[in-house]
């Protein structure tokens, strides 16, 4: 089913809407694991991984099970939303794999700007840990993440030790986004079938999209909306009463993500569709460019942004990022040097796969989407003009 929107403040939303009416089931783990490879559930959290095979990967090992609401994208809210409006739900995931796997510890990760104090009541009494962390944008990296639980400082770490080899006390480690973990609670309730009553049959199910944008009267309603994948963007924007005319593009999938032109929101919002721009639904974020805002000097504040945000463990993040900044602030500037285009190439290059984690290559993709999305603009800037009449 396509083109239906799943209005969160009307009440009628599966995850942040009315407490589930059936118990949660015990069960084992195979059978849940069937359960959630029927049900088509993949990650909430930004790489989109099936759920099944990540349960599977840490079955029969006894591992220690982590909630992820470490929220670092800067423009996503929908885990601080989902813990103050539905704990329960990712309390009840955290729980059923707890049981299901046999799990030595079962955690809940709280970044900074997710409060935390509904996830404890709805906790008590239950085997489920809260933790407050440090926050950051690469603070909810799987491996950071297991960093920052065992009191090391919250950076990726080795991409060739996978933390559902070793992670958390040595542990197999499983580690779910907070909205995963609450779709998880539904699917074990409702069953398969329920699950992909909504969504495409490719991709299925619904996801929490964080709406916001560059010039707040664009966006009327900013907030959390509750949205079947594949739906059409252009249904989220009007769902947020966004002025369509004042579009320039849209961000999905946050700092990380790609930009989808103005001229192309009838996209669907599924994996295979947004593939095309370079994009994926990812964390659920849909961040609207205002035609008032220059894209090439939000594109240099990203990046400055992202460029401190770095883990400083290799070539890429310490010297390449800044310098990547650097180069988009000067081709911000109209008037700009045409070999700053090349500039700009020429880094995305040295940067893709270098990195020790994936934050050069989610950088590279947002700077590259920017360049391909508005290289019209990028000519007006090294005409000497801008097309943001704000700037």
């Given at each position: 089913?396509?083109?239906l929107l799943v209005d969160a403040p009307a009440g009628n939303s599966r995850l942040l809407g009315r407490a589930p009416d059936l118990p949660l089931p015990h069960l084992g783990a195979q059978a849940l694991i069937a359960l959630v490879e029927q049900?088509?559930?993949?990650?909430?959290?930004?790489?989109?991984?099936?759920?099944?095979?990540?349960?599977?990967?840490?079955?029969?090992?006894?591992?220690?099970?982590?909630?992820?609401?470490?929220?670092?994208?800067?423009?996503?809210?929908?885990?601080?939303?989902?813990?103050?409006?539905?704990?329960?739900?990712?309390?009840?995931?955290?729980?059923?794999?707890?049981?299901?796997?046999?799990?030595?510890?079962?955690?809940?990760?709280?970044?900074?700007?997710?409060?935390?104090?509904?996830?404890?009541?709805?906790?008590?009494?239950?085997?489920?840990?809260?933790?407050?962390?440090?926050?950051?944008?690469?603070?909810?990296?799987?491996?950071?993440?297991?960093?920052?639980?065992?009191?090391?400082?919250?950076?990726?770490?080795?991409?060739?030790?996978?933390?559902?080899?070793?992670?958390?006390?040595?542990?197999?480690?499983?580690?779910?986004?907070?909205?995963?973990?609450?779709?998880?609670?539904?699917?074990?309730?409702?069953?398969?079938?329920?699950?992909?009553?909504?969504?495409?049959?490719?991709?299925?199910?619904?996801?929490?999209?964080?709406?916001?944008?560059?010039?707040?009267?664009?966006?009327?309603?900013?907030?959390?909306?509750?949205?079947?994948?594949?739906?059409?963007?252009?249904?989220?924007?009007?769902?947020?009463?966004?002025?369509?005319?004042?579009?320039?593009?849209?961000?999905?999938?946050?700092?990380?993500?790609?930009?989808?032109?103005?001229?192309?929101?009838?996209?669907?919002?599924?994996?295979?569709?947004?593939?095309?721009?370079?994009?994926?639904?990812?964390?659920?974020?849909?961040?609207?460019?205002?035609?008032?805002?220059?894209?090439?000097?939000?594109?240099?504040?990203?990046?400055?942004?992202?460029?401190?945000?770095?883990?400083?463990?290799?070539?890429?993040?310490?010297?390449?990022?800044?310098?990547?900044?650097?180069?988009?602030?000067?081709?911000?500037?109209?008037?700009?040097?045409?070999?700053?285009?090349?500039?700009?190439?020429?880094?995305?290059?040295?940067?893709?796969?270098?990195?020790?984690?994936?934050?050069?290559?989610?950088?590279?993709?947002?700077?590259?989407?920017?360049?391909?999305?508005?290289?019209?603009?990028?000519?007006?800037?090294?005409?000497?003009?801008?097309?943001?009449?704000?700037?």
């Open positions: 089913m396509t083109g049900a088509g559930l993949t990650g909430r959290g930004g790489a989109g991984f099936p759920t099944a095979r990540k349960l599977a990967s840490v079955a029969g090992r006894s591992p220690v099970v982590v909630g992820n609401a470490m929220e670092g994208e800067p423009l996503s809210t929908k885990d601080a939303v989902l813990l103050s409006r539905a704990p329960g739900l990712v309390v009840d995931g955290l729980s059923l794999l707890g049981v299901a796997l046999g799990a030595q510890r079962v955690l809940l990760a709280t970044g900074p700007e997710v409060p935390s104090g509904a996830a404890r009541e709805a906790a008590r009494g239950s085997r489920v840990e809260v933790l407050d962390l440090a926050g950051g944008f690469v603070a909810g990296q799987e491996s950071a993440l297991v960093n920052q639980v065992t009191g090391r400082a919250g950076v990726p770490s080795d991409p060739l030790v996978p933390v559902y080899h070793r992670g958390v006390g040595g542990r197999p480690t499983l580690v779910l986004n907070a909205e995963s973990l609450a779709h998880l609670a539904l699917v074990a309730r409702y069953g398969a079938a329920w699950f992909r009553s909504l969504g495409t049959p490719s991709d299925p199910g619904t996801f929490l999209a964080s709406v916001s944008g560059s010039v707040p009267r664009t966006v009327d309603r900013p907030g959390v909306l509750e949205v079947p994948r594949g739906t059409p963007l252009r249904a989220v924007l009007s769902a947020a009463r966004t002025d369509l005319d004042r579009v320039a593009g849209v961000l999905v999938g946050g700092y990380h993500g790609a930009w989808v032109p103005a001229a192309r929101l009838d996209v669907l919002l599924t994996t295979s569709d947004l593939a095309r721009f370079g994009a994926s639904p990812g964390a659920g974020v849909v961040h609207v460019l205002d035609r008032d805002t220059c894209p090439l000097a939000l594109a240099a504040s990203v990046a400055g942004y992202l460029a401190g945000q770095g883990a400083r463990q290799c070539g890429p993040c310490v010297n390449g990022l800044p310098r990547m900044a650097e180069t988009l602030r000067r081709l911000s500037v109209p008037g700009a040097d045409p070999a700053l285009v090349g500039e700009v190439a020429r880094l995305q290059g040295l940067l893709h796969g270098r990195g020790a984690c994936a934050h050069p290559d989610g950088t590279v993709r947002f700077v590259a989407s920017t360049m391909r999305a508005f290289a019209d603009h990028v000519e007006t800037h090294l005409d000497g003009a801008c097309d943001a009449p704000a700037r």
